[in-house]
C-alpha cells in the first residue's frame, strides 16, 4: 500500500531559507517518517511547498537512502538503469 501525504502549507507559511539553507518542518518530517515505515510514500503538493527539502530531510535519517533527481537523460532506460546502480554501489 502506497502512503499519501499531502503537504498542505507552502515553505513561506512555514519556514525560512537563510544562506540557500531551509528551516526544516519537523512535524511533516515526523509525519513522513511515519508513513515511510509503513511502505511507499507519494508526496503531493504544488511548486515551491517543501517536497524536495523534505525529501532530502528523509534521505539524511533513513539508513541507505539517497534522492535520485531525474534528468531528461534518464528517459534513456539503459542510461537511468547505470545510474542507478552507481547510486546503489555508492549507499550500500
Given amino acids: ?6 503537504v498542505e502549507e507552502s515553505i513561506s ?3 525560512v531559507y537563510t544562506s ?3 528551516v526544516e518542518r519537523p512535524h511533516l518530517l515526523r509525519r513522513a517518517l511515519g508513513h515511510v515505515e509503513r511502505g511507499p510514500l ?3 503538493a504544488a511548486a515551491g511547498y517543501g517536497k524536495t527539502t523534505l525529501l ?4 539524511r535519517r533513513i539508513p541507505r537512502s539517497a ?4 534528468s531528461l537523460a534518464d528517459q534513456d532506460v539503459a542510461y ?6 552507481a547510486a ?5
Avoid: F, G, Q
Fill in 1 to 6: 500500500m502506497v502512503s499519501r501525504l499531502k
Fill in 13 to 15: 507559511e512555514s519556514s
Fill in 20 to 22: 540557500l539553507r531551509a
Fill in 42 to 44: 507519494v508526496l503531493v
Fill in 56 to 59: 532530502y530531510a528523509l534521505a
Fill in 67 to 70: 534522492v535520485y533527481p531525474l
Fill in 80 to 85: 537511468l538503469e547505470a545510474r542507478l546502480k
Fill in 88 to 92: 546503489a554501489d555508492h549507499i550500500s
